[in-house]
T-cell receptor, first 114, second 120 residues
């Protein structure tokens, strides 16, 4: 299994500001994913982050709002830009395990926007 | 488009009862993966099982068992002799299969989740 850490674990931010969330994996992985879980809701995929290429965003998510970096095979960042209260969610980093079958999630970053 | 439905929003049981969580999915793909995850109050998502659409064998792991029926597009999860520590939100999810390698794409479609509360 992969061990995933995220920073920060939680934050309270003011509207209009930006927050960058870090995701670190203990092994090299090709594909990393960012998911959002709004309060009381299910998880929704934001984007897929591949090293060496632009992130691929799902419908309803745009790069200007959620820029992603993937500088190497063990690290990625997601920035939530120009935040509004609607961005209050848990943001989770996810990776495919070795072999591409199991999928693991980080502990999540709980974001509250006031 | 893929869709996962967990019709049970909340289930409440008393400790030692058996409980089954339902999951029904829709996909046009002939091959796919199905997953169950547990999300305890702490918030992290714990991987429980992955099932390949070709493998319809039921699986048992301790008090957990899974019933996959392709004919009814269902992948139900049963907890036997439930315990208070089983209290969590449980998510069923579906993934496409990469045509080249047969692995998951990693893009999961989740159901809405079932909140399970086990009372002592």
């Amino acid at each position: 299994s992969a061990v995933i850490s995220q920073k920060p674990s939680r934050d309270i931010c003011q509207r209009g500001t930006s927050l960058t969330i870090q995701c670190q994996v203990d092994s090299q992985v090709t594909m990393m994913f960012w998911y959002r879980q709004q309060p009381g809701q299910s998880l929704t995929l934001i984007a897929t982050a591949n090293q060496g290429s632009e992130a691929t965003y799902e419908s309803g998510f745009v790069i200007d709002k959620f820029p992603i970096s993937r500088p190497n095979l063990t690290f990625s960042t997601l920035t939530v830009s120009n935040m509004s209260p609607e961005d209050s969610s848990i943001y989770l980093c996810s990776v495919l395990g070795t072999g591409g079958y199991e999928q693991y999630f980080g502990p999540g970053t709980r974001l509250t926007v006031t | 488009a893929q869709k996962v439905t967990q019709a049970q929003t909340e289930i409440s049981v008393v400790e030692k009862e058996d409980v089954t969580l339902d999951c029904v999915y829709e996909t046009r793909d002939t091959t796919y993966y199905l997953f169950w995850y547990k999300q305890p109050p702490s918030g992290e998502l714990v991987f429980l099982i992955r099932r390949n659409s070709f493998d319809e064998q039921n699986e048992i792991s301790g008090r957990y068992s899974w019933n996959f029926q392709k004919s009814t597009s269902s992948f139900n999860f049963t907890i036997t002799a439930s315990q208070v520590v089983d209290s969590a939100v449980y998510f069923c999810a579906l993934s496409e299969v990469h045509p080249a390698g047969g692995t998951s794409y990693g893009k999961l479609t989740f159901g809405q989740g079932t909140i399970l509360t086990v009372h002592p």
